[in-house]
């Protein structure tokens, strides 16, 4: 195979796999009602004038399915990432005891489940969107190697085939991701 068009089908792959990579982390922070260390992976924290990741100053944990539990390595702490999270606008009310701050997880109801089914897969179509992007771009750059005599007919078409192939291989990993959690958002 040429080596452009290796380099092509390396970089391809490459953004198909970073919009899978961006689903699932999207698709994280979708409450489905059971409590996950990476709803509040994203909060911020002041560490000492410095905004910080809630990962990187506590510990946390989920004891039970509706619980999220988050033990401060330093207890002066407390109060900053209690106010983090309050302002963070996820939704959630901690509680904290002095030495844990603790998230109790609310089932949602019907109607927050369909809206959220609905937030899966507008995720979902995004990430369909980059993988398709990829393709024509991918399409676009073996045209130009084809008019440039880089490449003969006959390589240009295998490629476009390679790229089909990888196209329809993450579209259906991202349609079995949004099945997944639409499964996980639904079930009480």
Same mark, same amino acid.
């Given at each position: 195979?040429? +080596? +452009?068009?290796?380099?092509?089908?390396? @970089?391809?792959?490459?953004?198909?796999?970073?919009?899978?990579?961006?689903? @699932?982390? +999207?698709?994280?922070?979708?409450?489905?009602?059971? $409590? #996950?260390?990476?709803?509040?992976?994203?909060?911020?924290?002041?560490?000492?004038? #410095?905004?910080?990741?809630?990962?990187?100053?506590?510990?946390? &944990?989920?004891?039970?399915?509706?619980?999220? $539990?988050?033990?401060?390595?330093?207890?002066?702490?407390?109060?900053?990432?209690?106010?983090?999270?309050?302002? &963070?606008?996820?939704? !959630?009310?901690?509680?904290?005891?002095?030495?844990?701050?603790?998230?109790?997880?609310?089932?949602?109801?019907?109607?927050?489940?369909?809206?959220?089914?609905? @937030? $899966?897969?507008? *995720?979902?179509?995004?990430?369909?969107?980059?993988?398709?992007?990829?393709?024509? /771009?991918?399409? /676009? !750059?073996?045209?130009?190697?084809?008019?440039?005599? *880089?490449?003969? *007919?006959?390589?240009?078409?295998?490629?476009?085939? *390679?790229?089909?192939?990888?196209?329809? #291989?993450?579209?259906?990993?991202?349609?079995?991701?949004?099945?997944?959690?639409?499964?996980?958002?639904?079930?009480?």
């Amino acid at each position: 195979m040429n +080596e +452009e068009i290796q380099m092509l089908m390396d @970089d391809t792959t490459e953004r198909m796999e970073h919009a899978l990579t961006h689903l @699932d982390h +999207e698709l994280a922070h979708i409450r489905a009602g059971k $409590a #996950s260390p990476r709803m509040i992976e994203g909060v911020l924290v002041d560490y000492y004038g #410095s905004m910080t990741p809630l990962p990187q100053v506590a510990n946390i &944990s989920t004891p039970d399915a509706r619980t999220i $539990a988050i033990q401060p390595w330093e207890k002066k702490m407390i109060h900053t990432i209690e106010r983090a999270i309050i302002n &963070s606008n996820l939704g !959630f009310n901690p509680e904290n005891n002095g030495e844990i701050i603790r998230i109790n997880v609310p089932i949602p109801t019907e109607e927050r489940r369909r809206n959220l089914v609905k @937030d $899966a897969h507008k *995720e979902s179509e995004t990430a369909k969107v980059s993988v398709r992007s990829a393709r024509k /771009d991918g399409n /676009d !750059f073996l045209k130009k190697l084809l008019k440039g005599k *880089e490449i003969s *007919e006959d390589e240009e078409k295998i490629a476009v085939d *390679e790229i089909q192939e990888l196209t329809d #291989s993450y579209t259906k990993k991202i349609e079995a991701m949004l099945l997944a959690k639409e499964k996980e958002i639904l079930t009480i």
